[in-house]
């Protein structure tokens, strides 16, 4: 924990010469909790602004029925939970692999196609870093992306091509978790 700030900012501690960029990538990184709501958070501020908003969800199951997923309708965001939940749970590894595949596919075509000025790929560190899905692909898309798609990127151990590509990294630190108290994720807080 950082210390608190003693006293209140008294100049402003912004660089000269601040630019208007077209579009941003965020990554949202680590072992803490809170990448895929800090993402979820951009999407609701850039439906706001009236942006159309796509997610992909790489690793949570459609089955699970996340609060994001139902609320996206409700905002008009485009959202696709194309995961097929936690490898530790697959009966089918092959399978959990080829619907990463697809779910890159989609998005893949979501990026491209210029219609969304922000797209989310939720946990797309995990079938990057397996293998699963061709990293120097992923990477050559986000390059080329239209100049009004920003992106937001989550999940565990980003790799450094992803953080050199972003704008912005942001590292979440576990200090405390209710998981290493034995507490099982809780319907409004984690899902």
Partial sequence: ?????????????????????????????????????????????????????????????????????????????????LGDGFSWDSDDLAKDEAEAREAWRQGRALVESGDYRLVIFDEITYPLNWGWIDAAEVEATFRARPERVSLVLTGRDAPQWMIDLADTVTEMVKVKHAYDAGLAAKKGIDF
């Fill in 1 to 81: 924990m950082t210390d608190p700030i003693e006293e209140p900012l008294t100049e402003d501690p912004r660089p000269d010469g601040l630019a208007v960029a077209k579009s941003l990538v965020l990554v949202h990184t680590g072992d803490g909790k809170g990448k895929s709501s800090a993402a979820f958070g951009v999407a609701v501020r850039a439906r706001a602004r009236g942006w159309p908003v796509a997610v992909v969800q790489f690793l949570k199951s459609d089955d699970w029925v996340t609060g994001e997923q139902l609320m996206a309708p409700q905002l008009g965001i485009d959202f696709w939970s």
